[in-house]
């Protein structure tokens, strides 16, 4: 029996590690995005409200010369967990973009100031204006890039992640990509109008650098690193894609210990109602059960 | 089998409806009194959990379609406007994304304990034959619905998954054509995923009725696969069952809720983050964590409508199983062979799983058809002949005896329950 037992066990590891040395050289040399440390990690995880704001002016300044944000409005800027700007403030940030409106009395479309209740306007009125003037390229959309994103964790990390609540790829990812343009190592073929990014697959990415040190004013003092820029733009694309996080995250504190209290309470009233049915059906004890039985409605006949 | 009805109905109200809708003696009898074995263990609780589940899946359902637009062009954003603006819009997401997946956890253990001890044998094939129906339909539910957020791998699954209806000889164009409803996956496809994304978890709720009523005709199976002979045997579903049932529900529910609010997208795929895009393929197209093991069998075989009907006949395969498995003992923990070959099976279809999310490359094709083989050699082939030439353990007498065989010293003389062979 246990000869058996232990031949299956041999056989799933012998395939395992198998399956493990066969693995094919398909992610070729891509590297895996160095982890950061992030606010909003955890069970008790919540954004950096000055980070998130930090990140929005490198959204504003730079990000948004080519990246739309379309599922986001300038009202989000106010909600709560967000950055934290004030509605003057966010009325006064929407009022610096120009906003398609109409069609007017006259039939035709006009351009005025941006109100809070807008959705932040497209730097490209469509797809193919964008492709023309980017040399044929498409920006992403930005709103859930930092969820869109991410990478290949492989086994066994992939179990790990689910028990150390690993869910900040996207993040680091982008990070990542902001801080790995470098030179292209010798005899790499790189396509016309294509950067070399030690992080982005296949490593021809589109998109210039697009920040360099010192490039953003930060007035809090904070170092003015496109690594520190990489974090907090990161951070802030976490926030828009997923603005509730704050709350699901609170709320699930809550749900859990409510949950642990209530299933360790039926545990205990379990093992009580069980005890009769188990106290019934032991020889040793007297015939007649010595303590009050459950009540009759119990009893099945 | 069901539970002798001794209700008698306490109020004049009650006697009144008694006499015209007997309703309250039929829950009486079948969830209160309903005899099941004592000694059923943890493993029996997923039933009670995928009742809990469906109910789950059809509340927040119902409401997410309330917030929800079945259009190519406003799918994908009918969806984050879910996750911003409708009130814990994101809590009802999260739980029926993460529901389905949870549903499935339950149903393959529900499945897996049914193999191990047995269940499906007589006199309860037609309960299995319906669970198996059951799981089919919770196949096609849980893949219309992952194609309604119309990302990337919601329109490529789809893709991929109606294409394989183009191997069937001759009919195969026209079917695709019909079940997209056009010459491509396009919003007449996700219109009908929509439409039978709704009306199939009320197809399942009306089988699993029958599959609750065969249960209640046959009774429940228990770890030993001996049926319960005496009143000592069985205790009454309310408080035992339910009591139990609702403890594991808890314990369940903890981890569903560590999925929910900490890694709520730990099981989907960052491209479904990305809207559908029929001109751009993403680099690796994969289903869902649940259907992992029959879309590696798929791959595993090199011909399209071989590996069409391997993956069709992978399901199906099961609801053959009463007669495939020829033994006549039902649970495993007195087939010491059939156990192992069955834990062997299990692992099988977790590496399966494991080989369906990789590339086709190199040697994950060899291990994926070594498994494939084992996958049907279990069924066709093992089980078959495992019943004429296994020797099995002896059975004990009577469920009371196994249940008082543990506490007994090994050599000691174990008084024989009084009753237990009347």
Same mark, same amino acid.
């Given at each position: 029996?246990?000869?058996?037992? !232990? ?31 992030? !606010? ?5 995880? *919540?954004?950096? *409200? ?17 990246? !739309? ?38 039939? @035709? ?102 920040? !360099? ?40 504190? @809550? ?47 | ?23 309250? #003696?039929?829950?009486?009898?079948? %969830? ?69 997946? %949870? ?85 007449? &496809? ?61 314990? %369940? ?29 993403? &680099? ?128 000691? #003389? ?9």
């Amino acid at each position: 029996m246990n000869a058996h037992r !232990s031949g299956v066990f041999a056989c799933a590891l012998a395939a395992a590690l198998a399956a493990t040395a066969m693995r094919p050289a398909l992610a070729q040399e891509q590297q895996a995005p160095p982890r950061q440390h992030w !606010s909003f990690a955890g069970p008790f995880g *919540q954004y950096d *409200q000055e980070q998130l704001q930090r990140g929005f002016k490198i959204y504003r300044e730079v990000c948004s010369n080519c990246h !739309s944000l379309k599922l986001l409005a300038f009202r989000n800027l106010t909600d709560p967990g967000g950055p934290g700007f004030t509605a003057a403030q966010a009325a006064a940030i929407a009022a610096t973009f120009q906003v398609t409106d109409g069609p007017n009395d006259q039939g @035709q479309m006009f351009q005025r100031p941006g109100k809070i209740a807008d959705y932040f306007p497209p730097p490209f009125p469509n797809e193919q204006a964008a492709r023309a003037a980017l040399g044929g390229k498409l920006p992403p959309d930005m709103s859930v890039l930092a969820l869109a994103r991410s990478y290949e964790r492989g086994f066994p990390w992939f179990i790990f992640d689910a028990f150390t609540m690993y869910q900040e790829e996207g993040p680091d990812y982008i990070h990542a990509i902001l801080n790995g343009y470098t030179d292209p190592p010798a005899g790499f073929n790189l396509p016309p109008g294509a950067q070399y990014n030690k992080y982005f697959p296949g490593h021809a990415i589109g998109m210039p650098k697009p920040l !360099s040190d010192g490039q953003v004013e930060y007035t809090d003092g904070t170092p003015t690193t496109v690594d520190q820029y990489g974090r907090d733009v990161a951070a802030f694309l976490m926030w828009a894609g997923e603005p509730k996080l704050d709350t699901r995250k609170r709320v699930g504190f @809550q749900v859990i210990l409510y949950l642990i209290v209530l299933t360790g309470l039926l545990y205990f009233t379990k093992k009580r109602v069980w005890h009769a049915a188990e106290h019934d059906l032991d020889p040793s004890a007297p015939a007649a059960p010595p303590e009050p039985r459950p009540p009759t409605e119990y009893a099945r006949s | 089998m069901s539970g002798r009805s001794i209700y008698k109905p306490q109020s004049s109200f009650m006697r009144w409806l008694e006499r015209r809708l007997p309703i309250a #003696s039929l829950v009486h009898s079948s %969830f209160i009194v309903y005899p099941t074995p004592r000694n059923l263990n943890y493993w029996w609780t997923f039933g009670g959990i995928l009742t809990f589940m469906l109910g789950v899946q059809i509340v927040t359902g119902v409401v997410l379609a309330m917030h929800y637009t079945p259009h190519v062009d406003h799918a994908f954003d009918s969806v984050e406007s879910i996750m911003r603006d409708v009130n814990y819009g994101w809590l009802l997401r999260y739980v029926h994304a993460n529901g389905a997946s %949870f549903f499935f956890v339950a149903v393959y253990v529900h499945i897996a304990r049914g193999m191990y001890y047995g269940s499906y044998k007589d006199p309860r094939e037609v309960l299995w034959i319906l669970g198996v129906i059951l799981f089919l339909l919770m196949v096609v539910t849980g893949f219309t619905g992952y194609v309604l957020p119309w990302g990337q791998m919601s329109f490529w699954a789809a893709t991929v998954i109606t294409n394989l209806f183009s191997a069937l000889p001759w009919v195969g164009e026209p079917v695709v054509t019909w079940l997209w409803g056009g010459y491509a996956v396009g919003n007449p &496809t996700l219109n009908r995923f929509y439409s039978l994304h709704y009306l199939l978890p009320f197809v399942i709720a009306g089988v699993v009725v029958l599959h609750i009523w065969a249960l209640h005709m046959v009774g429940q199976n228990n770890p030993t696969g001996v049926e319960p002979k005496a009143e000592k045997d069985t205790v009454a579903f309310t408080p035992y069952a339910t009591i139990k049932d609702a403890f594991f529900i808890g314990v %369940f529910c903890i981890v569903f809720a560590w999925f929910i609010f900490y890694i709520p997208n730990y099981l989907g795929h960052s491209d479904n983050y990305i809207m559908a895009n029929p001109g751009q393929t993403p &680099t690796h197209i994969v289903p869902e964590w649940y259907y992992l093991p029959f879309y590696a069998i798929l791959r595993a075989i090199p011909n399209k409508l071989l590996g069409v009907i391997a993956l069709a006949g992978s399901i199906i395969i099961l609801a053959f199983l009463p007669w495939l498995d020829t033994s006549r003992v039902r649970s495993a923990n007195y087939r010491p062979l059939y156990r192992q070959f069955l834990l062997l099976f299990f692992a099988a279809v977790i590496g399966l799983g494991y080989l369906g999310s990789q590339l086709p490359e190199g040697g994950y094709v060899i291990a994926a058809r070594l498994l494939t083989a084992y996958y049907f050699a279990y069924f066709l082939i093992i089980l078959p002949l495992l019943g004429l030439f296994e020797r099995t353990k002896p059975l004990p007498n009577s469920i009371s005896e196994s249940v008082l065989g543990a506490g007994v010293p090994a050599g000691a #003389s174990a008084p024989p329950p009084s009753g237990a062979k009347a």
